[in-house]
């Protein structure tokens, strides 16, 4: 039995495109492997404080001597969930991260877990996470593909590719939806059946991508 965890970002729950890939991507996934466990964190629905990578990082620069006081039970709150979501990630046997692009880029909620993630040096170093499969759900307001004028725009993509990619080596796969908001936005009218177009083949992407992780899973376990 393999447990997949599912971490959303959107801050919407009806009509966001992120959670609806995902879906799509974990269906796929449990129609193969039943059995498996899926742990979910919503960052969008539930976002981590703020203060939480800032306190982890004083006390890793300044040493914990350094923090004093009422400091001190905001420190432990910090490590202890830092601890929490170190685990998540290590023990999963596959991640399904759904991510709006937000103003170009990743929102705080998602910048935080990663952040809170990457202090842990032994996750970071180890290599504990390399090999294991990783599948992005993504939605992209607008186009951002080669030849249209926000092309370079998206700066969540690669970002989210070098870490989960290159620091941590996982094998990534993923499926994008772009030109999500063209049906709520006047002037994108024209782009309404392109944003469909999309939205349908991220869909068939992610259902791929889900049953293939589960079968390789399922191989692995054999």
């Known amino acids: 039995m393999s447990t997949l965890l599912r971490v959303d970002a959107s801050i919407r729950l009806e009509g966001s495109v992120s959670r609806a890939l995902a879906d799509s991507a974990e269906a796929a996934w449990k129609a193969e492997h039943p059995d498996g466990v899926v742990v979910r964190r919503d960052l969008g629905q539930h976002p981590l404080p703020s203060t939480v990578w800032p306190t982890l990082a004083r006390a890793q620069v300044l040493g914990q001597e350094a923090v004093t006081g009422d400091d001190r039970a905001a420190l432990a709150e910090a490590q202890a969930l830092a601890a929490e979501l170190v685990a ?117 992407e992610a259902d791929k991508h889900g049953t293939t992780v589960a079968r390789e899973l399922i191989g692995k376990a054999a």
């Open 88 to 204: 998540e990630i290590r023990e999963a046997d596959a991640v399904l991260l759904a991510v709006p692009l937000y103003n170009y880029g990743i929102a705080q909620n998602v910048k935080t877990w990663i952040d809170v993630l990457l202090i842990d040096r032994e996750l970071s170093g180890s290599g504990q996470l390399k090999g294991r499969p990783a599948i992005f759900a993504l939605a992209r307001g607008g186009g951002y593909g080669p030849g249209t004028p926000k092309d370079g725009w998206d700066h969540a993509t690669p970002y989210l590719e070098r870490i989960f990619g290159d620091v941590y080596g996982m094998n990534i796969r993923t499926a994008a939806a772009e030109l999500t908001l063209a049906p709520v936005t006047p002037g994108m009218e024209g782009l309404i059946d392109a944003s469909k177009v999309s939205e349908s083949e991220a869909h068939v």
